[in-house]
């Protein structure tokens, strides 16, 4: 690979912080502890016993007081920032704003843009305008199929030389089981992952959410759970027979997690995600037509939701994606056969997942810390840690704040989260991405001066 950048984010200061009395948790690093830790100039410089380092001369104070809690900040392999064409509804600046203030300190984003990102000369020049715009680290997962249209493979091996993290038509499935073989070919040379949106859209098309019980009642046409297990089998088989490094994008049924398990125990090289809504949602949420709730696979059923809790905690699935896809208010407020589909996500995506998991039981926090950073591993970057030396990526957390999602209002352009009115619990306060402060909660600045 040439030494394109595959992360970009615009300039800023480097911090010099110091988180006095904080309670670190960093599974993969081993770290859980009450402790003081100095950021200097971006990089954490020293970690220390509460009450042993003190701040120097230019670094900020942040008194922890024992209880406000430090995590590395978190890794989003699956976001739309809808640039280009379509910055109505986010870009580039107020998506990884959004971002920033849900903790997270990269994001890799998908293609199905107007036009696509599908040509090494779109991809160069979402990069200059990240270095001029973004928050917090973006990647791109360029097109599998030109124009997504399914029918020819982009440059990939150019493409990957322009920075590309690996390759998706997010938004859409490839169809054509021969072209999605032929890209794993060209993986071989190319490299990079290929994330795959897995719908049979014989099945799926038309549907308005999950065929079901729910469906029925409301009277709205269902995509079939098959429309994802069938694709997940074939593109599970093909990655078996061509040793291609495949990764499943938004599982969200059981018959799909059963296909992965049987191809990953017989040495398939692939990984998953889940997303928070589906993750907390289910179809029967949808009785009140909430266009919010359409999102793409559908809510599953609630046996589904329940399988995806138990693949996430016991690793079959890797990471959590948000799936951040944001849409303009009048968009979304047409009858729900009109809408478009999609949530956004990131902003609530800890907290919601904090309050609604990790609270009752069901999910250790230090599984989900694990789950939301580990999406670097699998795209082949450096996983965001807790340790000397490292740059600073960490979220600052206040796991006793209660707040509204939504009530004040959106850092991302768009509003249609389908957690908007949810009480939760765990406020990001502050996010450092890339060794610079990224993300200060406003309350949380008041307090700091
Ligand atoms: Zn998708
Ligand atoms: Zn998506």
Not at 251 to 270: F, T
């Amino acid at each position: 690979m040439s030494g394109a950048p595959q992360l970009t984010t615009a300039a800023r200061d480097p911090a010099s912080v110091l988180f006095s009395d904080v309670r670190a948790l960093d599974p993969r690093a081993g770290i859980q502890a009450r402790c003081d830790l100095l950021v200097s100039h971006g990089e954490i410089a020293a970690i220390g016993e509460p009450g042993t380092i003190s701040p120097g001369e230019d670094a900020e104070l942040i008194d922890g007081r024992g209880e406000l809690q430090l995590f590395p900040a978190f890794f989003d392999p699956h976001v739309h920032l809808r640039v280009p064409g379509q910055e109505h509804k986010e870009d580039l600046e107020t998506g990884t704003r959004a971002a920033a203030a849900g903790g997270f300190c990269a994001v890799i984003a998908m293609p199905n843009t107007d036009p696509p990102i599908d040509s090494a000369p779109i991809l160069r020049s979402l990069h200059e305008l990240a270095a001029q715009e973004a928050r917090v680290a973006v990647g791109f997962l360029p097109a599998i199929s030109k124009g997504l249209r399914g029918a020819e493979l982009t440059e990939m091996v150019e493409l990957r030389a322009a920075g590309a993290l690996g390759f998706s038509d997010d938004g859409r499935p490839v169809a054509d089981a021969g072209l999605l073989r032929d890209a794993m070919r060209y993986q071989r040379l190319a490299g990079g992952v290929l994330a795959l949106h897995e719908e049979e859209l014989s099945l799926a098309a038309g549907g308005v959410m999950r065929e079901g019980p729910t469906a029925a009642r409301l009277g709205l046409r269902g995509i079939p759970a098959l429309a994802e297990a069938t694709m997940v089998a074939r593109d599970a088989a093909l990655a078996l027979a061509e040793d291609a490094r495949v990764h499943f994008q938004h599982l969200s049924c059981e018959g799909s997690l059963a296909a992965l398990a049987a191809h990953k125990s017989i040495g398939a090289q692939l990984s998953a995600e889940v997303t928070p809504h589906h993750l907390l949602l289910c179809d029967e949420d949808l009785l009140g037509l909430e266009t919010a709730l359409k999102v793409n696979p559908p809510l599953a059923s609630a046996a589904d939701r329940s399988a995806l809790r138990s693949a996430l905690r016991e690793g079959l699935i890797d990471c959590i994606a948000t799936d951040h896809a944001p849409h303009a208010r009048e968009e979304k407020e047409v009858p729900i056969e009109q809408a478009p589909f999609g949530s956004t996500g990131l902003e609530t995506a800890f907290a919601a997942l904090y309050s609604e998991l990790v609270l009752p039981g069901e999910l250790a926090l230090s599984r989900l810390i694990e789950a939301l950073t580990a999406g670097a591993e699998l795209f082949g970057l450096p996983v965001p840690t807790i340790a000397r030396g490292a740059p600073a990526n960490l979220a600052l957390v206040d796991l006793q704040a209660h707040w509204v999602a939504g009530e004040q209002g959106w850092e991302s352009r768009a509003a249609n989260c389908c957690l908007a009115g949810r009480p939760l619990r765990g406020r990001v306060l502050m996010t450092l991405a890339g060794g610079t402060v990224a993300y200060r909660e406003r309350s949380f600045a008041m307090v700091a001066l």
